[in-house]
């Protein structure tokens, strides 16, 4: 299984190679869906912002549906509102913590100490408010969290984690190839542009008299 200190790392080195290019810096990255038992969990939501939505209101839940309870309502577990964070009571209350970005373009939260009974469906809930007539921008995501015992090694898992690794070995060494073709390019014309300047300087004194003298018949 892939460690989430090693997607957040890959994710970051990605990220700034992505801003190196000139492209947007914000990715939607899928959020891990098996938790090990006793240990923290990063429930990953990201919903990419546009220009015009810069300056918003954000508002944040998260719901919970136990894995055996589907017949069951979905339990509001987290919200953020107001620049206040309000964890709600149950079996949730003092295990939850706030992961998200400052400009509220990620808005994960964190399990600590997880149990089987966190085995479920989980929703992520955005809402951003405008302050003109822009209607609400509303975004939802689902992650179906599973909770095992121990740390298991997943094939796909494994295969994902090599992908990145030489997706990211590619993007740098591509990165590099560009930044030498330019600084040769850049190169080649400051020579070009002082060729004429050492040719003329390198010609004698009596040709460029000769050279500037008016033409009789």
């Given at each position: 299984m892939v460690t989430q200190p090693r997607v957040q790392l890959i994710t970051s080195v990605l990220?700034?190679?992505?801003?190196?290019?000139?492209?947007?810096?914000?990715?939607?990255v899928p959020?891990?869906?098996?938790?090990?038992?006793g240990k923290s969990m990063l429930l990953t939501c990201i919903f990419c912002m546009k220009r015009e939505e810069v300056k918003s209101k954000t508002h944040v839940d998260w719901y919970f549906m136990p894995t055996n309870e589907r017949d069951l309502p979905k339990t509001h577990i987290y919200k953020y509102d107001k620049h206040m964070l309000l964890a709600r009571d149950g079996p949730f209350k003092d295990r939850l913590t706030w992961n998200g970005s400052v400009d509220f373009q990620e808005v994960s939260i964190q399990i600590h100490n997880v149990t089987f009974n966190d085995s479920g469906l989980y929703e992520c809930h955005v809402m951003r408010e405008f302050k003109d007539f822009t209607p609400p921008s509303n975004f939802m995501k689902n992650i179906t969290l599973k909770v095992k015992e121990k740390a298991t090694n997943?094939?796909?898992?494994l295969y994902s984690e090599i992908m990145m690794y030489v997706l990211l070995v590619c993007l740098t060494l591509w990165l590099l190839v560009e930044m030498v073709y330019c600084y040769r390019k850049i190169s080649k014309s400051d020579e070009q542009a002082e060729?004429?300047?050492?040719?003329?300087?390198?010609?004698p004194s009596e040709q460029k008299d000769n050279a500037a003298a008016p033409v009789t018949e």
């Open positions: 990220l700034l190679l992505v801003v190196h290019l000139g492209q947007p810096v914000c990715v939607d959020s891990e869906t098996e938790a090990v038992l997943n094939a796909a898992a060729d004429p300047a050492t040719n003329y300087l390198a010609v």
